[in-house]
Structures are given as C-alpha cells and as structure tokens.
C-alpha cells in the first residue's frame, strides 16, 4: 500500500497514522513511508516532542543544541530536515555512561539533534504500523502502557482460578540485549512487519552502522542499537516481537477458532497442551506456567531460539526457573510471592500471589531519600534548607506513587521510619536539645498543605519568614490498587483508545494544534527577522490553543485575517521570547491599541486594564 504523504495539519496527520493502524492490523504492508516522514506537519511535530523532552538541549557531537534549530528561519528548517531524510548521513553518536542499579556502568548514544529530529520523524510513521503487529503483553516503550501494567498481568495470570495454579515462573534476562542485536535480521524483521519502503530501511541501515565517539575515537557498530537513540527502543521491540509470538501462539494468544479466545485456551488444555502465559518489559521477561517439567523443556527450546534465530544469548546466571511458593519472583523493581491470605469470617484463608516493593530496590530508595536528607545540614541559611526539604518531599510522594498501585503500607512505613530517624539525627546536630521545637503537627505546615491537612501526626520543619516546612510522610499517598488488566483495546492510534485512556487517567484529551497558515502578514519580512523564527510558527499554535481561540482582551472569537499573535515582551533574547508564555492572541483592533493606535470605544472597565496592562510590559 502507498501512503499519501499530503496533508496540511495535526489533526490530518493523525488521521494519517490511525489509518497505517487500521491497515496495519488487518495485515498491510506499506510505500511512501519517507513522504508522511518529510511532511511538515510532521517534521514540526517531532521538533516539538523533543523540543519538550528533559535532554533536548543535549547536543551530539557536532555540539549543536536544539536552541540553535528553534531560531531558524520556518522554510530553512523544515528544507533542512527533507534534505536530511533524503540523503541521510548520520553523525556518530557522542558516548557517555550512566551508573546502573548494580554500580555498573551503562554506555548511552547521544546522535546530534539533526540525526534526532529525522529519528523522531521515522518514529512517528513508524509507530502505528508496528503496534498494530506487536503481541499484547509486551509493555516496554510502548505508548499509554506502564511498569504497573506489565507487573499486574503477571499478578492476574499467577492469581487465575485454575485448580493447578501457574506458579512456576522463567525469570528471563537477555545478555547485553541492546549491543548484541543482528542488523540483518533487525532489518528482515522490519521489511516483514510491513515496512515496505527500502529508503527507510535504508535510512535506519544507516543510523546502525554510525557508530560513536569516544575520547575522540571514532568505533563502529557491527551490532546492536544505540542506547540513547530515538528509534532504538521501538526497534528492540521489533526485534522480540518475532520471540512474543512464538510463545504466545502456544497458549496464551492461540489462533482463534471461535470469537471467544477463552475458549480456544480450553480446546488447547483439553489437547494435552500446558497453560503458559508470557510477559514482556523491553528485555525483560518472564513465563508463568504449573509444571517444573514443562518449564525445563521451554527454557531449553528457548536457548536454542536466542541463540540460533535471534543471534542473542540468555544469561545463564539471571535466567532461572522458579517456584513462587518457595521464592519470589522480582520484576521490574516488585516482588512476586504465594502468601497465606489473612482469615476473615466471610473469607477464609487461602493461599494466593502476592505482590509487594523488591526489598533490595526499596532500600537503595530509601538510602537516597536519606542523603538527600543529610544534605539539609550542609545548606548555609533556611531558605535553602527548606527547598532542600521540598526535594526530598518530591521523592518521597515520586515513590510512594509508583508503589501504591500494589501491596504497599509496609513499605511506606519503612520509608517513613527511616526518613524520621535520618532527619531527627540530623536536626539534633543542627539544633541541639532545640531539635523537639522543630518537631510540628502535619496539619501546622504551610508546605503541601491539601496533603497534610487533618493529620495530628508529627514532622521535622524549618521555620522560614513565619511558615513551617517540613518532610511529608509517605502514607498520606492513599493506596490504589489496579484492579482489572490492561484493556488492548486502549491505543493512541484509534478514538476509541485514545478516549478509553483519557477517562482511565482521568485527563482531558488535548486540544489538536490548529493550522494557522493563513496568517501572512509576518511572512513578508525581509530579510529573515529573527522574532519570526522557527520556535514562533510552532509555539503561537500552541498559545492559540491555550487561549482557546479568543483575544486575551476583548473575549471575541479570533477570525481569520482579524487575529494576531502578539510578543508580550518584544525584546527579551532571543531564545526566550517566542515561548508560549510571551505569546497572545488578539484581534487586529485590541493589537493596534496596545501599540498605542487610540483605544477603541468598547475599551472599557476589564478590556481597558488588560490592554494598559499588554502596555505596559511592552
């Protein structure tokens, strides 16, 4: 099928990508991938996702940040992403390391922000058609699918109603996955996956062989992807998925005979077949099934599949076979267990899996929580002591969030304790035998007050200008236990997905960047004025959304050819003044007030003061 690459706004280019979806899933295979790629709805799209990142001003190895590109002229930019999808020379990556959870270090890729923006691009067109193929229980870089999903299928299949449980668990750990991955087969994986376009191919062949920079040394890939690269994970994902199948196909996802799938799993069990249930994280997975015998001769099969079809090895030290009614299982930082149930009149005791914090991953928190608390003695006054508490405060309600979603009130307790004991040591070093005035009732502090209001309990604060800041506690974060496994159906990539998610993280869908390319008149400066960058044509579309189509003086609906996107602070440096915030949209007659036109006759009360207000930031 050959992809029509024309379309003109956010809202067609998503049209674009729900209909790869729908053809995708039914089976399609796809041409003129590089022309959706090399619109400029998209190429603006992609410099917004990474312009939004954490790292965006990351640069590679050409030390160009992404500052430079947002202050380009519109037209340059976007000739200069298509020239570099059509003739795709990719820089090396700059390598850098990152320390791991076990103190070892793990190499990052950082591809220049050129090579990220074509990255970025690919991956937006790309998406939709590989979703539709992938297998549904894997988790990993995979949009509106979290940890906790993945970790509550494994609690739903261990916790079935089957008379023999599956509690026999292949904790499966791939060897330096990302490094080791075959480009040839990565490649054969793509073209039948129904990516049909062999510039793309070409183009990802490309970003593989580039290589990276280290002390000035350039090293070439032979294998693997680049850890830090834009479309690695979705390729790693590609590269699985071919391994997801093949277990899947066995039991878990059969190919259906009836409209119920359950019943197909019947008509497998009633064949002699054993029930096993996979679950994927990235590269990390496990195999739930009820026989040890079974679970031997799948682990063996699946050494000979690594090793031979997909060219990776298994970790021989991490990839075990356990038993849950003897050993926990630790996944993805949660730790799975057969615990007795406790007795309740209605309920009687039973045996069932339990999942809770990894004891091991909650102490390494814990500990950084603690440094983190010491570090409020070393801050010279009590205004930067009480940020620092805010620091640690943010910590605190970050993982008691990413815990509450399972069996979680002794680890917040552990928490709480440790947190008490470090931040009492450390005031008595502070304060001395004044440390019990700083001891306030939770209730007392100005700090997070909806979080702490009606609790008597006690915290460590610091007094600053008449408030008192303190640390919070971690079982203010109310438990809130998952309850139902991931609904499939939930995608970004049709309306009913994107509405089913929406209402399970209750949020309001956001509002679709209108195109406003009839708005001419700041086209015609000549030469390039450099408040008319880049970073302006995408950001006004975002203000106009934020101030919901009407002047931010007078209220009236903006109509084409009457609306202009005003600069509130015309001459702050340019990389500051085209952010959303000194960006507003006004009709043509409140805009020439501001500049000092006369104040037309409606200008009054409110209107006035907005305008004598737009004034004077001016």
């Known amino acids: 099928m050959h992809l029509n690459g024309q379309f003109s706004s956010e809202q067609e280019l998503r049209q674009k990508l729900d209909f790869i979806y729908e053809k995708s899933k039914s089976g399609g295979s796809f041409h003129g991938i590089l022309e959706v790629a090399s619109n400029e709805v998209t190429i603006t799209t992609a410099i917004h996702n990474i312009k939004s990142n954490k790292g965006a001003n990351t640069a590679g190895v050409d030390r160009v940040k992404m500052d430079k590109y947002l202050q380009m002229d519109r037209g340059k930019l976007v000739s200069l992403v298509q020239s570099a999808l059509a003739h795709y020379k990719p820089k090396p990556a700059r390598r850098v ?4 959870s076990n103190g070892k270090m793990r190499p990052l890729g950082i591809p220049t922000v050129l090579d990220r923006i074509v990255q970025e691009c690919l991956r937006i067109v790309l998406e939709p058609l590989v979703e539709a193929k992938f297998f549904p229980n894997s988790y990993g870089f995979r949009p509106y699918r979290s940890v906790h999903d993945a970790v509550y299928m494994v609690f739903h299949y261990a916790n079935t109603t089957a008379k023999v449980k599956p509690w026999i668990v292949i904790e499966g750990d791939i060897k330096d996955f990302f490094n080791n991955i075959d480009h040839r087969k990565l490649l054969d994986k793509l073209w039948k996956i129904g990516v049909h376009d062999k510039r793309v191919l070409a ?4 970003m593989l062989k580039a290589g990276y920079m280290e002390n000035g040394v350039l090293c070439n890939d032979e294998k693997g992807t680049p850890q830090g690269g834009i479309l690695s994970p979705l390729l790693a994902n590609v590269y699985l998925n071919s391994f997801d199948w093949t277990i899947g196909r066995m039991y878990q996802q059969p190919r259906q005979q009836t409209a119920y799938i359950g019943s197909d799993r019947l008509r497998l069990k009633y064949q002699g077949m054993v029930p096993k249930y996979l679950v ?3 590269d990390d997975w496990v195999i739930i099934t009820n026989s040890k015998r079974e679970a031997s001769r799948l682990l063996h099969k699946l050494q000979k599949c690594f090793t031979h079809k997909l060219k990776i090895e298994l970790s021989q030290e991490k990839t075990v076979i356990t038993d849950m009614r003897e050993t926990a299982v630790n996944f993805l930082g949660f730790s799975l267990k057969v615990r007795r149930t406790v007795y309740q009149p209605e309920k009687p005791a039973r045996e069932m899996v339990m999942c809770c914090p990894n004891p091991q991953k909650l102490q390494k928190a814990i500990n950084k929580l603690c440094d983190g ?3 409020v003695k070393t801050c010279t006054n009590d205004v930067f002591r009480a940020v620092q508490i805010e ?15 399972f069996v979680c009130s002794k680890a917040y307790h552990k928490i709480d304790y440790a947190v008490n004991r470090c931040a009492f040591k450390t005031f008595k070093r502070m304060y001395g035998q004044g440390v019990m005035k700083h001891l306030i009732p939770l209730e007392q502090l100005s700090n997070r007050p909806q979080r702490h209001a009606g609790h008597k309990d006690t915290a460590l604060a610091i007094r600053v200008d008449g408030m008192w800041i303190g640390f919070t506690k971690a079982y203010l974060t109310h438990s809130n236990r998952i309850n139902r496994p991931f609904v499939q159906a939930i995608t970004p990539y049709t309306h009913d997905g ?4 929406y209402q399970k993280a209750k949020r309001q869908a956001p509002l679709v960047r209108p195109p406003l390319y009839d708005d001419t008149n700041q086209l015609s400066f000549a030469p390039f004025n450099t408040l008319y960058n880049f970073e302006y044509y995408m950001n006004r579309e975002y203000a106009f959304n934020r101030d919901k189509g009407v002047c931010r003086c007078c209220r009236t609906k903006l ?9 509130i602070k015309p001459f702050l440096p340019t990389a500051q003044v085209n952010k959303v915030s000194n960006l507003a949209w006004v009709c043509d007659t409140c805009h020439g007030a501001i500049h000092g036109k006369g104040m037309p006759l409606y200008a009054t009360g409110k209107i006035k003061s907005k305008i004598e207000e737009f004034q004077k930031q001016l």
């Open 97 to 100: 390391y990152i320390q791991k």
């Open 203 to 206: 183009i990802i062949k490309a």
């Open 280 to 282: 994927r994280y990235a």
């Open 373 to 375: 608390v010491r570090e």
């Open 391 to 405: 620091k640690v405060n943010a910590q605190i309600t970050g993982l008691a969030e990413h815990y509450k979603h």
């Open 498 to 501: 994107r509405e089913r998610y």
């Open 559 to 567: 109509n084409v050819g009457h609306r202009h996107c005003h600069h």
